[in-house]
Antibody, heavy 119, light 107 residues
């Protein structure tokens, strides 16, 4: 069964850091671009970043460049999101997602992990 | 960034009705548009990609059309499980933006 399982969310103070993980199974992880997408009531659904198969190419939404870093470990079938200098507006559910059967949509999503930035 | 505007934001309908949701892009995106359904507490679920291709396993009462800047999602013969929220997303260029959502409610 194809599965993505996020972890690492929690409550963090403004200015703090958090590292999210996404464990993949049921498919050849190293063959696919991977993405992080977040969702909050205030900002809706927002694509955050993606990374290519070997980690050599990364793209970010402009508003997050310099604070968030996407990475992957193909040996561990894992995707990561390092989040620094967190702000209240980063509070959201964070999903990892892939386009497994198509490159033009996200057909597999994890269950999401909640990040709350609050003092 | 490409902006997507969905209309309406809220839609009331009855079981058995046919409804249409529109998604307009701020610039042309060819056919690189996807539609998702999301129930509370769950991740979005892909319904349609490249504007009109039905994802495997999705009921045939869902259909999509459009290209360029205007797209529609049509749901025929609404079923009780269809009353939830729908989003469009463009994958023409990053950042891969989403519409603000359309909440479909039972009349």
């Amino acid at each position: 069964e194809v599965q993505l399982v996020e972890s690492g969310g929690g409550v963090v103070q403004p200015g703090g850091s958090l590292r999210l993980s996404c464990a993949a199974s049921g498919f050849t992880f190293s063959s696919y671009w991977m993405s992080w997408i977040r969702q909050s009531p205030e900002r809706g659904l927002e694509w955050v970043a993606n990374i290519n198969q070997d980690g050599s190419a990364k793209k970010y939404v402009d508003s997050l460049k310099g604070r968030f870093t996407i990475s992957r470990d193909n040996a561990k079938n894992s995707l990561y999101l390092q989040m620094n200098s967190l702000r209240a507006e980063d509070t959201a559910v964070y999903y990892c997602a892939i386009g497994l059967t198509t490159t033009f949509a996200f057909d597999i999503w994890g269950q999401g992990t909640m990040v709350t930035v609050s003092s | 960034d490409i902006q997507l505007t969905q209309s309406p934001s809220f839609l009331s309908a009855s079981v058995g009705d046919r409804v249409t949701i529109t998604c307009r892009a701020s610039q042309g995106i060819s056919s690189y548009l996807a539609w998702y359904q999301q129930t509370p507490g769950k991740a979005p679920n892909l319904l349609i990609y490249v504007a009109s291709t039905l994802q495997s396993g999705v009921p045939s009462r869902f259909s999509g059309s459009g290209s360029g800047t205007e797209f529609t999602l049509t749901i025929n013969s609404l079923q009780p499980e269809d009353f939830t929220t729908y989003y469009c997303q463009q994958l023409s260029s990053d950042p891969y933006t989403f519409g603000q959502g359309t909440k479909l409610e039972i009349k």
